[in-house]
């Protein structure tokens, strides 16, 4: 059996990062600043926004509303220059705990 963290970090983590990626550059923002704000090269970026990454993890998301909630309260925070990628852990938490959460329920 696999601990959380390693599902979590394979396939949630990428999915965040696409969600938060798409949302900003609908917001306007370029690919290059997107990947600036991320911590990630341009090329993650444009695999992320074609759903190259982050396809296995979004189910988790999106299924969720808590989950989608605490993502869109990221992309808030990382478009108005109040969040950093580094900031990104404690939500990458948060999420872990409402998909465990989730899980549970189901």
Do not use: W
């Not at 965040?16 to 990626?21: G, H, I, P």
């Amino acid at each position: 059996m696999k601990p959380h963290c390693i599902y979590i970090v394979k396939y949630v983590l990428p999915a965040l990062r696409a969600m938060v990626a798409r949302e900003l550059l609908k917001r306007g923002f370029r690919m290059k600043d997107v990947a600036e704000m991320l911590g990630l090269t341009q090329a993650a970026v444009s695999q992320y926004i074609s759903y190259k990454r982050g396809q296995k993890g979004l189910k988790a998301i999106e299924k969720n509303e808590n989950i989608r909630r605490i993502v869109m309260e990221l992309t808030e925070l990382i478009a108005q220059g109040k969040a950093k990628a580094d900031d990104g852990a404690e939500y990458l938490c948060r999420i872990c705990e409402s998909i465990r959460s989730f899980e549970e329920i189901e």
